[in-house]
Each structure stands twice: as structure tokens, then as C-alpha cells.
């Protein structure tokens, strides 16, 4: 584990991406060295459980999204290839970031999680002291690293009184 092998973005993602950052995803996405499907590719490798690989991270995992793993809902190739994760007992982490949740959201949560899903909020930690935004991005990058478990000197750990 450890290689970024693909990446499935959505439509969505595709605007959020220039809305927020005023980037093209797919451009963006081209450095990673993963090939990149799109949300209505469902002929993709991934769309099937004989494709599974040894993770699956959701980022970010959109209140839609994770509505319709939670209800088993494949109706796209994010979706499919999450719940073939669910089905092969492989890791799916799902990093949502809205809020505030309500009660449908965390009961999707709740609903992922008990079919093995983590459910990993985009909330960083302060303990590290984060100076930047891109300390906090890094906080919660490492968070799913540590998940995955990849090593990373990403964020300063938790350190008691015990140094």
C-alpha cells in the first residue's frame, strides 16, 4: 500500500475545485501519476469488486455521496466502487467536511460506518500548533495517511506531558 493508482472525480468536484480554488481538477489532477476516471465512467475497472484495491478514500465525501453508500445506492462510479470496498472488507475512508450535520447526515454516518466505512471528518486538529492553511490540510491529510497506515511527517503527533 502506499501508490496512488486512480483517481474517480465527479462533475461536481469539478466545480467545486474551480469555484474554490480557481483550478481545473482534471489539469490539477494530471501530477498525481494516477490514471483519472470520471463519476460516469461506471465501465471502469473500479465499478466491480474483482477490481477492489487496498483502500478507498472519499475526499470530500460529499453529504450525497455518502446518502447514497449509506442506502447502497451504486449509482455512479464513486459510489460503486466504495461499496465494492464495503463488500470485500477493504478500507473505505469517507472524509466528509460539512456541518453543521443533522440528523439524516449523521445517521448516513452512523449507517457507513457499521457497514465498515471510517468516517473521517476534514477537522484539524490545533494541538500541532497549525500556522497555515495548509498546516491544517496537512493535519487532516495525515489523518487518512495514518488510516492507510502510510507514514508521513505531516503534522507533529500528540504529546503528552510524559517528554
Not at 24 to 39: I, N, Q, S, V
Not at 64 to 92: C, E, F, K, P, Y
Request: proline share 4%; net charge negative; charged share 25%.
Amino acid at each position: 500500500m502506499g501508490r496512488l493508482e486512480a483517481v474517480i472525480a465527479t462533475k461536481a468536484a469539478q466545480q467545486v475545485a474551480l469555484h474554490e480554488e480557481g483550478v481545473d481538477l482534471a489539469d490539477a489532477l494530471r501530477g498525481l501519476g494516477a490514471r483519472l476516471y470520471w463519476e460516469d465512467e461506471i465501465d471502469a475497472p473500479y465499478a466491480s469488486s474483482s477490481r477492489a484495491v487496498d483502500a478507498m478514500v472519499v475526499a470530500p465525501c460529499s453529504m450525497r455521496t455518502l446518502a447514497a453508500i449509506a442506502a447502497g445506492l451504486s449509482d455512479n462510479l464513486v459510489t460503486r466502487a466504495a461499496l465494492a470496498h464495503l463488500r470485500l472488507g477493504r478500507r473505505l475512508v469517507l472524509v466528509v467536511r460539512e456541518t453543521p450535520l443533522g440528523v439524516a447526515e449523521l445517521r448516513n454516518m452512523l449507517r457507513a460506518a457499521e457497514y465498515g466505512a471510517v468516517i473521517l471528518p476534514a477537522a484539524p486538529g490545533f494541538y500541532h500548533r497549525p500556522r497555515t492553511v495548509g498546516d491544517m490540510v496537512d493535519f487532516v491529510v495525515g489523518k487518512i495517511l495514518d488510516v492507510l497506515g502510510i507514514e508521513h511527517g505531516l503534522y507533529s503527533r500528540w504529546r503528552s506531558g510524559e517528554d
